[in-house]
Structures are given as structure tokens and as C-alpha cells.
């Protein structure tokens, strides 16, 4: 019987199991390797995660079923008007930060995704800048979104000098747009804003009590001169709807 002879462009079978084997050998170590990476990535340790939910695959209980754990966790707006760069609309999610009172490892964290049935979440080293992308107040070329972020549980944002002074300012400007003529009335209002708020504007009493009582004094001049700062159009509609409330008028307009 004749030996069938081999193509000289084909692999001998001693080669053919080489090159099987070498395959098998990366294919291992690249799996080895993605294991470790999980295993490390797993260890990582911190006090605060993100999660984006979607409401069409979560279950239509989730944040009473994340109360129940106890967990201090911020809920933002329904984004239901975000954009993909191809002008496609996304589809609808919320953003929730959940904060531990400890650190805790991201394989505790990544174990919310069985209850919330969501992506694996991301560690955040500050909750600040994640806050404030719930509503995209730093992303003006996003849609943004009016309605205040909901906490549970006790979910209070930590805040750094830069965050107190920018809420600060944010409360001075709702003095007017809410038309707070008593301090008291002030801080109703930052309640609904939220607890950072309130605390900010219960810090700052003497300043946000001056603000109130000459505001309420000269109510005229002050909003006249408020709306002539403003370049905003929606913070001058505000300023206008409440001088309209109390009969005045701009004075380029009398």
C-alpha cells in the first residue's frame, strides 16, 4: 500500500497538535489571567456604588425591596430623555448611588445586581461628582432634569467646601425664585430640596436670615434688580411669574 503523500503547505500532524496545544496553553492563561482580574477587582474595597436600572427589566418593587436592606442609597429623576451620540434616544434608566456605613468589597456591591437585576455597578471614590450627574447639573449639553434626586433610608451627600459654597449660592437664588420672605419659609423649602440642603441653610443662619428680612423689606427693588442679573431666560421667567404674583412691574417697562 502506497503512503499517501503530504502537501507541502500542510501541517504535519506533529505540528497540528503543536499549534492545538500552543492554543489550548493561551487560551488558559487568558482565562487564568480575566479570573485574576475579577478576584482582584472583586477585593477592592469602598463605601459607595453606582447602578444604572432599567425600569423595563427591574422589578417594579425595587426601591422598597432596597430599603429593606437597610442601605442609605439616592435615587435620581427617571432619565428618560438622554440622547446617544447617533441622535437614537437611550432608553429609560434611573442612576442610584448606594452608600455603605463601612467599606465594603465590590463582590458585596456586585450582589445588588441579582435584586435590582442590573449591570455590575461602579465604585465611586466620591459619591460628589456621581450626585450631580443625576440630574446633569455639570453637563449642560445633556438634558437636565428639574426634579430633585430622592434618598432613603437616611442617604445624605457628603459634601466639601466647594459643594457648600455652591449650595449656598443655590439657596441665596431660591430666596428669591420661591419668594421666602421669612427664614422659616427657607428652610421648608430646602427641606424639599433636600437634606444638604437643609443642613447648609441650618449652618448658615445669621447670612440666610439677612437675606429673608431685606428681601421682605424692599421686595420691589429686590427683585427688579435680581431679574436685571440674571441671564438665564428660565431664572428670569421665575423672577417674572413671582413679581407678577406681587403686582410689580420692570421698570423698563412702566
Known sequence: MSRQKRRPDEPSASSSSLNKESS???FNANAAKNQDDNNKQDRLKGRHFSYVIYPESAPSNWVEELKK???AFVVSPLHDKDINPDG???????H??????NTTTYRAAKGLCALLNCPQPQMLKSCNGMYRYLTHKDNPEKFQYKEQPACYNGWVRPLDN????NIK????????IRDCQEYGELLMV???LGPEYFEVASRNTLFFKSVCDGYRHNPIR????RYETLIDEDDKKAIKSVMLRHHITLESED
Open 190 to 192: 430646602c427641606e424639599q
Open 24 to 26: 489550548s496553553n493561551n
Open 96 to 101: 442610584v448611588i448606594v452608600s455603605w456605613g
Open 69 to 71: 436592606r437597610g442601605l
Open 169 to 176: 449660592r443655590e439657596i441665596w437664588q431660591t430666596v428669591y
Open 88 to 94: 437614537t434616544p437611550k432608553k429609560a434608566h434611573y
Open 162 to 165: 466647594a459643594d457648600v459654597a
Open 222 to 225: 429686590t427683585l427688579q434688580r
